[in-house]
């Protein structure tokens, strides 16, 4: 896919230096480095944070001790034409055992859009290749440090499973109205979705598994967000369908099929000091095989969030989490019963209160400092956490963070 995209790119350069210069201008190198300039833009971002906890490991080895979570990307986008762009970006991750001791690089995102509509009203077209997935209202941009509101995502992103949602290989239908009474901007995702292996160890609650969850069939993730007033008040519903099979060498889990519904309903007000953000999310799981029992269930998760800027540069957020494996259960009570005790009620909840203070030191550098109270564990990672007899139902988050974008 990468390959392909930076060909098309080069491609169609060559095509506008064809049709634009004659064959001794084509020598001109300040010709050539105008029109890079003119229709080529290059953006990266880098950020570092630090990790100390209690009670729990977050992203590594953080209980008593200090882990690391450090993201870099490079983004560059093309302008061939009024219609045509193209955009692509690479992510180098690091966050703990579940990225490995060198963290890991991916293809974050690539595609190529054509939009075939343009005017002051209406804008439609479509985009093909690797597609961040609309969701909520940051997960298409949740790894630049500077577009989320605090270091870690909010509970009902579920980032111990984050390659859920994250992007599509596949393509996107959008379609955008502009009006007098507000901004519609619709998205239609269709295609093949990555797992990773936070969502089979959470599904089988086995962190010594192999093997890896495999889309079944085509998925897809949909988006409606409306705005006020350029963006001040923001309302959005998303939705999508995602089908998984285990592939693997485990005998039990053979055949164990994984369909997960997930809706997500968000609201955001953005003032010239104040700001405020509240999701909700519902997920229906269904999990079946022919040796495994038959699992069904509502995961839910929400939180309320406010900001507050201080000075221009600097702003405070307070959010209050709550999720749940069973919104039937919201303690876990039933379903710790039902495995005589060997899986904690705490476990299967998590409630985090956070303090976050954010300092913009200029428009490239930001740092931030943050703290979070949490009660319950179903945000760990059992790949960090692989004990499960060790896992702590009341404790802390220590966090600082230091980032740069260009």
Do not use: C
Not at 248 to 273: A, C, F, T
Not at 295 to 306: A, L, R
Not at 373 to 399: F, L
């Amino acid at each position: 896919m990468l390959k392909l995209i930076i060909g098309l790119m080069l491609l169609a350069s060559s095509h506008v230096y064809a049709a634009e210069l004659s064959w001794q201008d084509k020598l001109s190198w300040q010709n050539i480095q105008k029109n890079w300039q003119d229709d080529v833009q290059f953006h990266g971002f880098l950020s570092q944070g630090l990790i100390s906890s209690s009670g729990n490991n977050v992203y590594g080895h953080s209980k008593n001790s200090v882990s690391a979570l450090t993201e870099v990307g490079l983004n560059a986008s093309y302008q061939y034409s009024s219609q045509i762009s193209f955009a692509i970006q690479g992510l180098y991750r690091r966050a703990g055992s579940t990225t490995g001791k060198n963290g890991i690089g991916v293809l974050d995102y690539a595609f190529m859009d054509y939009r075939f509509f343009n005017d002051n009203q209406w804008q439609v077209g479509i985009r093909g290749g690797r597609i961040k997935n609309p969701w909520g209202l940051y997960n298409e941009t949740r790894d630049v440090s500077f577009t989320r509101p605090t270091m870690f995502m909010p509970l009902p992103y579920y980032e111990r499973s984050r390659g859920l949602v994250l992007a599509m290989n596949g393509g996107q239908v959008y379609v955008n109205q502009f009006t007098s009474w507000g901004d519609l901007y619709f998205k239609f995702n269709l295609g093949v979705t990555e797992s990773d292996q936070e969502l089979l160890i959470a599904v089988t609650s086995n962190p010594a598994i192999s093997g890896k969850l495999n889309t079944s069939g085509v998925n897809f993730l949909t988006q409606l967000r409306y705005e006020i007033l350029e963006g001040q008040y923001v309302f959005a519903v998303s939705y999508a369908q995602m089908d998984f099979e285990y592939k693997g060498l485990s005998p039990i889990y053979n055949n164990l099929q994984v369909p997960i519904r997930p809706l997500m309903l968000s609201m955001q007000y953005n003032g010239e000091r104040f700001s405020l953000a509240a999701e909700y999310n519902l997920q229906w799981n269904h999990f079946y095989g022919a040796l495994v029992p038959e699992i069904k269930n509502v995961s839910e998760g929400w939180y309320i969030q406010g900001g507050y800027k201080i000075l221009d540069n600097l702003e405070a957020t307070i959010r209050y989490d709550q999720t749940a494996r069973d919104k039937d259960d919201p303690l876990g009570k039933k379903i710790s019963a039902l495995s005589g005790g060997l899986m904690p009620a705490y476990y299967l909840f998590t409630h985090d209160t956070t303090i976050s203070l954010r300092w913009d030191v200029t428009p490239e550098w930001m740092l931030r400092a943050e703290y979070h109270r949490v009660h319950g564990a179903s945000n760990i990672s059992m790949i960090d956490n692989p004990d499960i007899g060790d896992i702590a139902e009341h404790w802390n988050i220590y966090a600082l963070q230091v980032a740069f974008r260009f």
